[in-house]
């Protein structure tokens, strides 16, 4: 079965610091890769995705996110964080065929203290 | 820019009553999704619809769960007998494109007494 495991619940920085949030998934065929964010009181935003290409993509608000293929990884980076970034980050996979549907990781906390 | 909208933002419902949540996807998206979120746990696929019809359903939904599209706009989730375990956010997405991202709104918070 397919599966996205999101390596830390809860991340604090303080601002200006760098992040990277892990993410690695299982399934053996084809996927799209996502980030969300959620910040507090808000919708799922869409931050980033890779469809192909360029293994380094980048999103809004200063995040990329690197797909490793070998490693099955998708993590999301930021050299420097603000308090602003504050939010849940979710990691989501999107097989290409079979089954459209999202399947998603646990989820980060982001705190960032000013 | 289009957002995909959900009311009511949050519902208060008796163990055992019938719930619907309302979902309006955006105007051109052919796609729609709904995905449960417990607190505290994974955000969780429960069903995609396309050309009037579910398309996939995951094991959570069950009978008791039903989806529509009523008219050319609104997207609906019933639950017929709702269970104490059926507290959730609920969100609604819509995509027009099966392998684009999937737009997202604000959700319902779900609460079952």
Same mark, same amino acid.
Request: proline content about 4%; glycine content about 6%.
């Given at each position: 079965a397919q599966s996205v495991s999101q390596h830390n619940h809860h991340v604090i920085l303080s601002e200006a610091a760098s992040l990277e949030l892990g993410c690695n998934y299982s399934y053996g065929g084809t996927v799209n890769l996502f980030w969300y964010v959620q910040y507090p009181g808000q919708h799922l935003q869409l931050l980033l995705k890779y469809?192909?290409?360029?293994?380094l993509v980048k999103g809004i608000k200063g995040f990329e996110a690197e797909f490793i293929k070998s490693k099955f990884s998708f993590n999301l980076r930021k050299p420097s964080v603000q308090w602003s970034d504050t939010a849940e980050y979710f990691c989501a996979v999107l097989p290409?065929?079979?089954?459209?549907k999202l399947v998603f990781g646990q989820g980060t906390r982001l705190t960032i203290n000013p | 820019e289009p957002e995909v909208t959900q009311t009511p933002s949050h519902q208060v419902t008796q163990m055992g009553q019938e719930v619907i949540l309302r979902c309006v996807p955006i105007s051109n998206h052919l796609y729609f999704y709904w995905y449960r979120q417990i607190l505290g746990q994974k955000v969780e696929f429960l069903v995609s619809f396309y050309n009037n019809e579910i398309s996939e359903k995951s094991?959570?939904? %069950? %009978?008791q769960f039903s989806v529509e599209r009523p008219d050319g706009s609104n997207f609906t989730l019933k639950i017929r007998s709702t269970k104490l375990e059926d507290s959730a956010m609920y969100f609604c997405a819509s995509t027009d494109n099966s392998n684009q991202p999937q737009h997202f709104g604000d959700g319902t918070r779900l609460s079952i007494l």
């Amino acid at each position: 079965a397919q599966s996205v495991s999101q390596h830390n619940h809860h991340v604090i920085l303080s601002e200006a610091a760098s992040l990277e949030l892990g993410c690695n998934y299982s399934y053996g065929g084809t996927v799209n890769l996502f980030w969300y964010v959620q910040y507090p009181g808000q919708h799922l935003q869409l931050l980033l995705k890779y469809f192909s290409g360029d293994p380094l993509v980048k999103g809004i608000k200063g995040f990329e996110a690197e797909f490793i293929k070998s490693k099955f990884s998708f993590n999301l980076r930021k050299p420097s964080v603000q308090w602003s970034d504050t939010a849940e980050y979710f990691c989501a996979v999107l097989p290409i065929q079979g089954a459209q549907k999202l399947v998603f990781g646990q989820g980060t906390r982001l705190t960032i203290n000013p | 820019e289009p957002e995909v909208t959900q009311t009511p933002s949050h519902q208060v419902t008796q163990m055992g009553q019938e719930v619907i949540l309302r979902c309006v996807p955006i105007s051109n998206h052919l796609y729609f999704y709904w995905y449960r979120q417990i607190l505290g746990q994974k955000v969780e696929f429960l069903v995609s619809f396309y050309n009037n019809e579910i398309s996939e359903k995951s094991e959570i939904f %069950d %009978d008791q769960f039903s989806v529509e599209r009523p008219d050319g706009s609104n997207f609906t989730l019933k639950i017929r007998s709702t269970k104490l375990e059926d507290s959730a956010m609920y969100f609604c997405a819509s995509t027009d494109n099966s392998n684009q991202p999937q737009h997202f709104g604000d959700g319902t918070r779900l609460s079952i007494l």
